[in-house]
């Protein structure tokens, strides 16, 4: 009885044997990962400037490359924007009726429009007066009277004017603004401001109709740069196409600054490792150096190469991403 059960427990052991032998023994390289093939098989040097792939390797065939030139694009300078203004016809009068973002500055217009009147009656009071007095028809007490009150109806519509100003508006470019027309201030950061040029034209993407461009002009480029935010206030105008567009709706606005005798490189060309943009230039089927760029503007899908690139380089637009990890050994 006692031999039966060794012959039983014998290929039990065996089998644990095994399983054991199994666990502990290392991997082949045949079960390791295709990245780690591609760091064994790939030449990395120079601290990961120059790669080198065998011939015919399959990392390759994940790598696209164009030759870039010298040409013209289109800088994208976006800015967020809102409407603060929208001026409409009056179907009750000759009128315009506008309307305002903010309730605040919808009652300083009305106190604005109100000393404006006032100071014109004034003015035309103290015009009278002044004929009066020289015909002996007026007193010296009524000229004084009528120039007093000129001088405070100044006064008041000066201040109406500075505290709407303060708002970065001018109230007079309201008031001169034809019904059917659209008010935008935007928000452009200090760096963009040199490609912001007064009187240009601009595109325009309300939130609300996004797969809409209208066209807009801009027409006013503040004073003052915001210390928080480090933008400036611009302002916009442009005509409602018939749209729902009301005050306080948010858009974007592009003020698209053309350049000549650029160089560009796809945006997927780029990539930014501790703040530092490289691009991968192909030096031939099977090298690649990493290249230090400085990058400016995007234009589109692309990005403008302001340092570190020149005409007729080969530069990696698809792969990028693989080269990276063996350049910087991720």
Do not use: C
């Not at 019904?179 to 928000?187: A, F």
């Amino acid at each position: 009885m006692k031999i039966k059960n060794k012959f039983i427990y014998v290929p039990a052991i065996i089998i644990i044997i095994i399983a054991l032998v199994i666990l502990l023994h290392p991997k082949g390289d045949s079960e390791k990962n295709d990245d780690q093939l591609y760091k064994r098989k790939v030449e990395v040097v120079d601290n990961g400037n120059k790669i080198i792939f065998p011939k015919g390797a399959e990392g390759l065939e994940r790598i696209q490359s164009e030759i870039i030139f010298r040409g013209d694009e289109i800088v994208q300078v976006l800015a967020p924007s809102r409407v603060v203004a929208t001026v409409s016809s009056s179907q009750s009068s000759q009128d315009k009726i506008v309307l305002f973002d903010s309730p605040d500055l919808t009652g300083l217009y009305s106190q604005y429009r109100q000393s404006k009147i006032n100071l014109q009656l004034t003015q035309k009071n103290l015009a009278r007066m002044q004929e009066m007095f020289q015909s002996n028809a007026a007193t010296a007490r009524d000229l004084s009277q009528a120039e007093s009150d000129d001088a405070n109806a100044k006064a008041s519509f000066a201040e109406m004017d500075g505290r709407f100003k303060a708002f970065g508006f001018n109230a007079s470019d309201i008031e001169n603004t034809k019904p059917g027309m659209v008010w935008l201030i935007s928000d452009v950061t200090e760096t963009q401001l040199r490609d912001v040029d007064k009187g240009e034209d601009v595109d325009v993407y309300f939130n609300a109709y996004p797969e809409k461009k209208l066209p807009g002009k801009e027409v006013d480029i503040g004073d003052i740069v915001d210390p928080i935010t480090r933008s400036i206030k611009v302002k916009v105008i442009m005509r409602n196409p018939g749209l729902n567009i009301y005050p306080g709706m948010f858009a974007r606005i592009d003020y698209g600054d053309p350049r000549t005798h650029v160089l560009s490189v796809p945006s997927t060309s780029v990539i930014t490792v501790e703040g530092n943009d490289y691009v991968f230039v192909q030096d031939s089927d099977s090298v690649f150096y990493r290249r230090k760029v400085m990058i400016g503007e995007p234009a589109g899908s692309r990005m403008i190469v302001l340092n570190g690139l020149k005409d007729g380089e080969k530069i990696v637009k698809e792969g990028t991403m693989l080269l990276k990890g063996l350049s910087f050994n991720y």
